[in-house]
């Protein structure tokens, strides 16, 4: 899928951003179909761009084949492919998980009840929270962000970043990189995130969905969540102070 994506995106140069954009995703959905096909996979894909049937569908493949479209359109480095597998439509169901870092070549990768890899080196969060001013937060603010929420958590924090894929950025947690991802706008997909959510608590991070701790998700492409990821307890209770 990589490669498949790479080249979409050299032979799309000089085009618009929209064509781009829709280029880009229509060559990771169809290099993701293909792969399963071939592979002989069975399962139920429930993907951003749609949904599918592979082989006698046996389990649940929820995926974002590209997570940071407009990124890759315009050469910003960071974009990836999200993929989770789930013996349910929930993700509690969820049994093994994958985020590939399309750039670095660098796959997040998670087994229910044995941990979490990147690459092949297991990953596990154990440093206690750093203070907010020395913590590096990620943050969407785009389109519906409730600024009235975020203002006070804005005004604490001294390193913001908002890096356009909420997949690999909950995966920076988990391999100790950022401290937090924010999103309460109630708009982030669960196609874009569960996967990410399921590494980040194999590698022993911790968030709150929709407000409630740890809390489940049905993995379906129209669900919406808001979330607060984060390192550790700690964490993720100063920024729900904040956030009142």
Same mark, same amino acid.
């Given at each position: 899928?990589?490669?498949? =994506?790479?080249?979409?995106?050299?032979?799309?140069?000089?085009?618009?951003?929209?064509?781009?954009?829709?280029? =880009?995703?229509?060559?990771?959905?169809?290099?993701?179909?293909?792969?399963?096909?071939?592979?002989?996979?069975?399962?139920?894909?429930?993907?951003?761009?749609?949904?599918?049937?592979?082989?006698?569908?046996?389990?649940?493949?929820?995926?974002?084949?590209?997570?940071?479209?407009?990124? /890759?359109?315009?050469?910003?480095?960071?974009?990836?492919?999200?993929?989770?597998?789930?013996?349910?439509?929930?993700?509690?169901?969820?049994?093994?998980?994958?985020?590939?870092?399309?750039?670095?070549?660098?796959?997040? @990768?998670?087994? @229910?009840?044995?941990?979490?890899?990147?690459?092949?080196?297991?990953?596990?969060?154990?440093? @206690?929270?750093?203070?907010?001013?020395?913590?590096?937060?990620?943050?969407?603010?785009? @389109?519906?962000?409730? /600024?009235?929420?975020?203002?006070?958590?804005?005004?604490?924090?001294? $390193?913001? &970043?908002?890096?356009?894929?909420?997949? =690999?950025?909950?995966?920076?947690?988990?391999?100790?990189?950022?401290?937090? $991802?924010?999103?309460?706008?109630?708009?982030?997909?669960?196609?874009?995130?569960?996967?990410?959510?399921?590494?980040?608590?194999?590698?022993?991070?911790?968030?709150?969905?929709?407000?409630?701790? /740890?809390?489940?998700?049905?993995?379906? &492409?129209?669900?919406?969540?808001?979330?607060?990821?984060?390192?550790?307890?700690? /964490?993720?209770?100063?920024?729900?102070? #904040? #956030?009142?």
């Amino acid at each position: 899928m990589r490669e498949a =994506l790479l080249r979409a995106e050299r032979e799309s140069r000089g085009l618009s951003l929209e064509r781009r954009k829709r280029i =880009l995703d229509e060559a990771a959905e169809e290099a993701l179909e293909t792969y399963l096909r071939q592979s002989g996979a069975s399962v139920r894909l429930e993907s951003e761009e749609g949904e599918a049937t592979i082989g006698s569908g046996e389990l649940l493949l929820i995926a974002d084949p590209l997570d940071g479209t407009t990124n /890759m359109a315009v050469g910003i480095p960071f974009s990836a492919v999200s993929l989770m597998l789930s013996e349910t439509e929930y993700l509690s169901g969820a049994i093994a998980s994958i985020v590939l870092d399309i750039p670095r070549g660098v796959a997040y @990768k998670a087994a @229910k009840g044995l941990g979490a890899w990147r690459d092949d080196t297991p990953i596990r969060l154990r440093r @206690k929270a750093r203070p907010l001013s020395k913590a590096i937060l990620s943050i969407d603010i785009s @389109k519906s962000a409730p /600024m009235n929420r975020l203002r006070r958590l804005i005004a604490k924090a001294r $390193h913001l &970043r908002q890096l356009g894929s909420a997949a =690999l950025s909950i995966c920076l947690i988990a391999e100790g990189t950022l401290d937090a $991802h924010i999103d309460v706008r109630g708009v982030l997909r669960a196609v874009d995130s569960a996967a990410a959510l399921h590494i980040l608590k194999e590698a022993g991070g911790v968030y709150r969905l929709n407000d409630v701790y /740890m809390g489940d998700l049905k993995l379906k &492409r129209d669900s919406r969540l808001s979330v607060i990821a984060a390192s550790n307890d700690e /964490m993720l209770r100063r920024i729900k102070e #904040l #956030l009142r």
